[in-house]
């Protein structure tokens, strides 16, 4: 399975972006998928997933502001990240496995595929 992020940028702080992750090699519906984030100088952390069924969870801290979903026609995930805030700022990764299971969606190192990462930059 290959991913490949995209979709990042800077953005002003209350401010909008979609991230998108495209699979080769696996079709996404499958899988569950999730995106991470990592800022600098902090561990790599949960923000989202979407699984097999559909269903989604999300961190606490994106709760209400990100949506994550799936379009299995074109094989990608997206990330819709609304009313952005400096501590939204980090490398944004799209992740799988074929062995994941519901419980350890927040568990960086269930995850064997990585996409490259995503800068997303908040600030004004």
């Known amino acids: 399975v290959q991913l490949q992020a995209s979709g990042g940028g800077l953005v002003q702080p209350g401010g909008s972006l979609r991230l998108s992750c495209i699979a080769s090699?696996?079709?996404?519906?499958?899988?569950?998928m999730s995106w991470f984030r990592q800022a600098p100088g902090k561990e790599r952390e949960f923000v989202a997933s979407?699984?097999?069924?559909?269903?989604?969870y999300y961190a606490d801290s994106v709760k209400g502001r990100f949506t994550i979903s799936r379009d299995n026609a074109k094989n990608t995930i997206y990330l819709q990240m609304n009313n952005l805030t400096p501590e939204d700022t980090a490398v944004y990764y799209c992740?799988?496995?074929?062995?994941?299971?519901?419980?350890?969606?927040?568990?960086?190192?269930?995850?064997?595929?990585w996409g490259q990462g995503t800068q997303v930059t908040v600030s004004s």
């Open positions: 992740g799988t496995s074929a062995r994941l299971i519901i419980s350890s969606l927040g568990l960086e190192n269930a995850y064997d595929y």
């Open positions: 090699g696996r079709t996404v519906s499958t899988y569950h």
């Open positions: 979407i699984t097999r069924s559909r269903s989604t």
